[in-house]
């Protein structure tokens, strides 16, 4: 079966509807607003929160956990090349000083989130992850951002039996339990993507020449090599006539534009991340070339748009796993943007904060499932039993011992009218229960 057959067995064709019912027209009486997913799911906690002692004295269960406090960090490229990623930080704070403020913290430890820039440098990278853990003594990692920088890392977090949760990477290689027993992964699997792309291009743009523009690292490849082999494959085939690389520390990449260019591309796949997604508009711009666009979700932020210029960027294809930032008619957008006022007034709600504010939500249901007295391991295996946990991200949210990827759905998703604009049925791949 075509791994992007929108499986189409009867039960998962009702768990489909079901997931679209969820994130877009939720009904009036069930009171999911994003309050009450942003809350984590108190209600699907209660049992988790019942099995151990309600009485029982907090106590310092573990390195970074208090009677009072529960300390987690973070590495990212605040600066560098991924610094645009920086609003996912800020909205995971802002989660978290909502959590403590009105829910009194995790069984009544205050959350302390200890967030560190790694200047989108792996040599950096290593070094303030020492400091977090011998400095700093967090008990967990969350929200890690960055596949070189991760890469560099997660041997040393690994080796330490330090929590590694919901690396905001989509690389295959951070849902690898074998190796990584102690590191899970957050954004939509890469490969998986890139058949959901490949998918509609060979749909809708049957026989095209087409460019590939990737990072030079495992993010990028993990498209390229997915992407680039099943777009030129099966039904409706494009012609892929040039494959392009970059490395995060260019600054200029008009070279490999032209080269695609010049080998007459008439649609261009951009795997990059938004300062080269940018760059590469930029380019088309000055250049008065005007192929087809088809990029990764990690460059699907309003930042994005206008920073490429809407005009430019109409009509671009993507894919998402969130609803977008501009849906207010979406419950859990507009509970984000009313808290995001209260306890981040100075940022600006965006795609990121957003995926920020999801993955705060789904580490704190982590650590009240990991018990009153939390350990790092009540913590992995917390995080190894997920199960239909509803956050703001489509889909419920699934974890495994064998599967360390939470999310597992996603939407196509347009360039209309200077915003995101998703179409279309949810795609979802399987959760894996056995090795």
């Known amino acids: 079966m075509n791994a992007l057959s929108r499986i189409r067995s009867v039960g998962l064709l009702a768990l489909a509807a079901l997931l679209i019912l969820a994130a877009s027209c939720r009904s009036s009486g069930e009171e999911k607003t994003g309050a009450a997913t942003a809350t984590g799911g108190a209600r699907a906690t209660a049992a988790a929160q019942a099995t151990e002692d309600a009485n029982a004295p907090l106590r310092a269960s573990d390195v970074g956990v208090t009677e009072t406090e529960i300390v987690l960090g973070q590495h990212t490229g605040r600066s560098g090349a991924y610094a645009s990623y920086w609003p996912i930080s800020q909205g995971m704070q802002a989660y978290f000083d909502y959590w403590n403020a009105e829910k009194g913290g995790v069984h009544g430890r205050k959350i302390r989130f200890v967030v560190k820039d790694d200047q989108t440098n792996p040599a950096v990278a290593r070094t303030v992850v020492q400091e977090l853990i011998e400095k700093d003594k967090v008990f967990a990692f969350t929200g890690n951002l960055g596949t070189p920088q991760h ?13 590694d949760l919901w690396v905001f990477t989509g690389a295959g290689k951070w849902n690898d339990p074998q190796n990584l027993p102690y590191t899970f992964g957050w954004t939509f699997s890469y490969p998986t993507e890139s058949k959901i792309l490949s998918e509609y291009a060979k749909k809708n743009w049957p026989g095209k020449k087409i460019g590939i523009f990737y990072q030079n690292d495992d ?15 099966g ?5 892929v006539v040039a494959e392009q690389s970059y490395e995060t520390t260019a600054s200029d990449i008009s070279s490999q534009m032209q080269a695609l260019k010049n080998a007459g591309a008439e649609v261009v796949a951009l795997f990059s991340v938004p300062k080269f997604t940018i760059l590469a508009f930029k380019f088309m711009r000055e250049s008065g070339w005007r192929p087809l666009v088809i990029m990764s979700s990690v460059s699907a932020d309003p930042s994005v748009i206008e920073g490429a210029g809407a005009d430019l960027i109409e009509g671009t294809i993507t894919a998402a796993y969130l609803p977008d930032i501009s849906d207010d008619s979406n419950p859990d957008v507009q509970e984000h943007k009313r808290l995001m006022a209260k306890y981040a007034p100075g940022v600006t709600p965006s795609n990121f904060t957003l995926s920020g504010w999801a993955q705060a939500q789904l580490t704190v249901e982590t650590l009240l499932r990991a018990g009153r007295n939390p350990t790092r391991e009540s913590l992995v295996r917390a995080a190894e039993s997920i199960k239909d946990f509803k956050g703001i991200a489509y889909g419920p949210y699934n974890t495994t011992k064998y599967d360390h990827h939470p999310l597992h ?13 998703q179409f279309g049925d949810l795609i979802c791949a399987p959760v894996k229960d056995k090795p």
Request: aromatic fraction near 8%.
């Open 151 to 163: 890469s560099a890392v997660a041997d040393l977090i690994n080796a330490q039996k330090i929590p």
């Open 219 to 233: 993010f990028g490849k993990d498209y390229q090599k997915v992407f680039g082999q099943d777009v030129k494959t």
């Open 235 to 239: 039904q409706g085939a494009l012609q």
């Open 409 to 421: 759905c996603q939407r196509p998703t347009k360039v209309e009218g200077g915003k995101f604009v």
